[in-house]
Nanobody
Framework: QVQLVESGGGLVHTGGSLRLSCAASVSIFSIHTMGWYRQAPGKQRELVATITRDGSTNYVDSVKGRCAISRDKNTVSLQMNSLKPEDTAVYYC??????????WGQGTQVTISS
């Protein structure tokens, strides 16, 4: 049973920073892609950022220049700066493995107050 354990959500003011982390219970050799998605109330889940096993990154346009994704072994982190109210959402950790399929974390709430 693959598990993703998320941490780091919370409430901050506009302009503040948060760091999300997610640890996967798989061998690092099984990891293809890790990343973060988010879902705001009444909206579809959207990609925030991903990082592949070779270190390639991808960001949604709305967070470029404000967020940085990184990976250390089986843990992916998302440093979010200059946060805006529109960043408020539940953030989900994502894992795509080479042979074991795709997995999601339970979600962590991020709330930005104006």
């Amino acid at each position: 049973q693959v598990q993703l354990v998320e941490s780091g959500g919370g409430l901050v003011h506009t302009g503040g920073s948060l760091r999300l982390s997610c640890a996967a219970s798989v061998s690092i050799f099984s990891i293809h892609t890790m990343g973060w998605y988010r879902q705001a109330p009444g909206k579809q889940r959207e990609l925030v950022a991903t990082i592949t096993r070779d270190g390639s990154t991808n960001y949604v346009d709305s967070v470029k220049g404000r967020c940085a994704i990184s990976r250390d072994k089986n843990t992916v982190s998302l440093q979010m700066n200059s946060l805006k109210p529109e960043d408020t959402a539940v953030y989900y950790c994502y894992l795509r493995t080479i042979r074991l399929g795709e997995y999601w974390g339970q979600g962590t709430q991020v709330t930005i107050s104006s």
